[in-house]
């Protein structure tokens, strides 16, 4: 078994290819554990195989604690439905996960279909750490969504999952007839636990992604969409993973969350919108 730092390089070196310096925006190479342009930028792999393509830190209120939580229930099954649509779009595709987190979503589709050589990448260290625990020719770094350090026409696919956009730069990357793949909540998504958090706001309890959808439709020529609704049951290990894995428990007061705890969610309602789009 490769160490980490050592299964990167061999990515790095297989495919150099696909890199470009997010200073210069020249070529990037694979010279033993790090990626060099010709201007001399370089990218050293860290110990977890993993480049920091920023140019500064970058704090994020994600950290390993919710990571964690999120990768336990998307492991126990809590988007096996997506993941199965996904699978069905991503068949022999380079893929760019984008906002990848602790990876998990690229790395269960990685183990149902056969992906070229695929890459993740998050803002947040703390996701790409624990990403890099998983293989499968996959590749994670760090990186500025606005500035992405991959050339031109890499890749046939980009997920979209949860996670922010940016449009030219998925143009960019984008190989000739490639396509994006776009996840939304839709309004019910996590319904009851909003429910449970906020009982007392009618606003916090309510969802819209109309915006965020709207944009996607305006920016592609071809889009098609599609819907997953279902009940999810918790597996009683996963509950309390439930109540960490969001954003959503940020602003709830812990006397709230405390008798959450005690009294945690059963099931949970999994609302999702699908956009795929092709330029």
Known sequence: MLKKIDRGAAFIQKESQLFRCPKCHQPLAGKEKSLVCTNGHRFDLSKKGTP???DHQIQTDYNQVMF???????????????????ALECEQQRV???GCGEGS????????????????FDISKEGIYL???YANQLFWCVADLTNLPFQSGSFTTILNIFSPSNYQEFKRVLTPGGKVIKVV???????ELRQAFYPEDAVKQQYSNEAVVDKFQETFTKVTT???????DIPESCRLSLLEMSPLEWGVSDEIKA????????????????????Y
């Open 185 to 191: 909540p839709g309004s019910l998504y996590l319904s």
């Open 131 to 133: 990403a890099s625990d």
């Open 68 to 86: 964690q939580h999120r990768r336990n229930l998307i492991t126990n099954g809590m988007y096996q439905p997506l993941i199965d649509l996904l």
């Open 96 to 98: 760019l996960d984008v």
């Open 226 to 232: 599609k819907t997953l609704k279902y009940t999810f």
């Open 52 to 54: 920091y393509f920023l």
């Open 259 to 278: 008798k959450v705890q005690k009294d945690p969610l059963k099931k949970i309602t999994i609302d999702l919108e699908i956009l795929i789009g092709e």
């Open 105 to 120: 979503f690229l790395a269960q589709l990685a183990t149902k279909v056969n992906l070229k050589p695929s890459i993740g």
